[in-house]
């Protein structure tokens, strides 16, 4: 089995106070998962000194993470900040095109595979999201939605672009509500996203991970990450509390 990777999408949410709080009891948890599973805190990001001052940052398994990029390096763009800034803060692993900023921000297939093309040539992870909405769902449209996510990464980035790299399959009906994709939903759409990707780049794909995210929690995980196209998780609310996001590092290795 390949080490699960457990990425905290902490989203809006947090002040230092709490985050500091966190942080120092998940450092005391990792202690003993140091080797079995990689953990990120995706945290907004001006609170990200808050995990160099942990030992956290000396955990070889624990990344600092990022919600988001701007698709340009620099320039005259107020209020962004980029995939180099990024990288110089230490930070490894960056969400795009998580369906809120899709919506919300009305982010484009196109503008998120540009960031990823920017996150692949600082030699960042980029975690793209994917999925499909409830009414794309009820019109059986989930293949076509994911396919033509992930084609535009191929048409930016090319046919090597999933190298290094992980997909979060994150059914936006799923997130924050009270209803995860079932595991044989899950990961009957993973099998197709590793399958599709591994056709497109004649089987020569390496370090490429499939996570599941749409509210996962103690309940649900261990079925899901019994799947066997599904190599860990991307947390909203879960992560947030930290007696839920332990209980799930611990319940993937049992
Ligand atoms: P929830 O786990 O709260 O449903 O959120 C999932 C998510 O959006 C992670 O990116």
């Given at each position: 089995?390949?080490?699960?990777?457990?990425?905290?999408?902490?989203?809006l949410?947090?002040?230092?106070?709490?985050?500091?709080?966190?942080?120092?009891?998940?450092?005391?948890f990792?202690?003993?998962?140091?080797?079995?599973?990689?953990?990120?805190?995706?945290?907004?990001?001006?609170?990200?000194?808050?995990i160099?001052?942990?030992?956290?940052?000396?955990?070889?398994?624990?990344?600092?993470g990022?919600q988001?990029?701007?698709?340009?390096?620099?320039?005259?763009?107020t209020?962004?900040?980029?995939?180099?800034?990024?990288?110089?803060?230490?930070?490894?692993?960056?969400?795009?095109?998580?369906?809120?900023?899709?919506?919300?921000?009305?982010?484009?297939?196109?503008?998120?595979?540009?960031?990823?093309?920017?996150l692949?040539?600082?030699?960042?992870?980029?975690?793209?999201?994917?999925?499909?909405?409830?009414?794309?769902?009820?019109?059986n449209?989930?293949?076509?939605?994911?396919?033509?996510?992930?084609?535009?990464?191929?048409?930016?980035?090319?046919?090597?672009?999933?190298?290094?790299?992980?997909i979060?399959?994150?059914?936006?009906?799923?997130?924050?509500?009270?209803?995860?994709?079932?595991?044989?939903?899950?990961?009957?759409?993973?099998?197709?996203?590793?399958?599709?990707?591994?056709?497109?780049?004649?089987?020569?794909?390496?370090?490429?991970?499939?996570?599941?995210?749409?509210?996962?929690?103690r309940?649900?995980?261990?079925?899901l990450?019994?799947?066997?196209?599904i190599?860990?998780?991307?947390l909203g609310?879960?992560?947030?509390?930290?007696?839920?996001?332990?209980?799930?590092?611990?319940i993937?290795?049992?």
């Amino acid at each position: 089995m390949i080490k699960p990777i457990i990425v905290g999408n902490w989203k809006l949410n947090g002040t230092q106070e709490s985050i500091k709080i966190f942080l120092n009891l998940l450092n005391k948890f990792l202690v003993n998962y140091h080797e079995k599973c990689t953990v990120v805190i995706s945290l907004p990001i001006l609170y990200a000194y808050l995990i160099r001052n942990t030992l956290l940052f000396d955990n070889k398994n624990f990344f600092l993470g990022a919600q988001n990029t701007d698709n340009h390096n620099s320039g005259s763009f107020t209020g962004e900040i980029s995939p180099i800034m990024l990288k110089d803060l230490g930070i490894k692993y960056v969400i795009i095109g998580h369906s809120e900023r899709r919506f919300n921000h009305n982010e484009t297939n196109r503008m998120i595979a540009n960031k990823f093309f920017l996150l692949k040539k600082e030699n960042l992870i980029p975690i793209l999201c994917i999925g499909e909405t409830k009414q794309e769902k009820l019109e059986n449209n989930t293949i076509n939605i994911c396919k033509k996510q992930i084609d535009s990464i191929f048409d930016i980035c090319g046919i090597q672009a999933f190298n290094d790299s992980i997909i979060a399959y994150e059914p936006v009906w799923a997130i924050g509500s009270e209803i995860s994709a079932t595991p044989k939903e899950a990961q009957f759409i993973a099998r197709f996203i590793r399958q599709y990707i591994v056709s497109r780049t004649n089987d020569r794909i390496k370090n490429f991970f499939i996570q599941y995210g749409g509210s996962v929690t103690r309940k649900n995980a261990k079925n899901l990450i019994k799947q066997k196209d599904i190599d860990g998780f991307l947390l909203g609310r879960s992560s947030l509390q930290i007696e839920e996001f332990t209980k799930i590092i611990e319940i993937i290795h049992v």
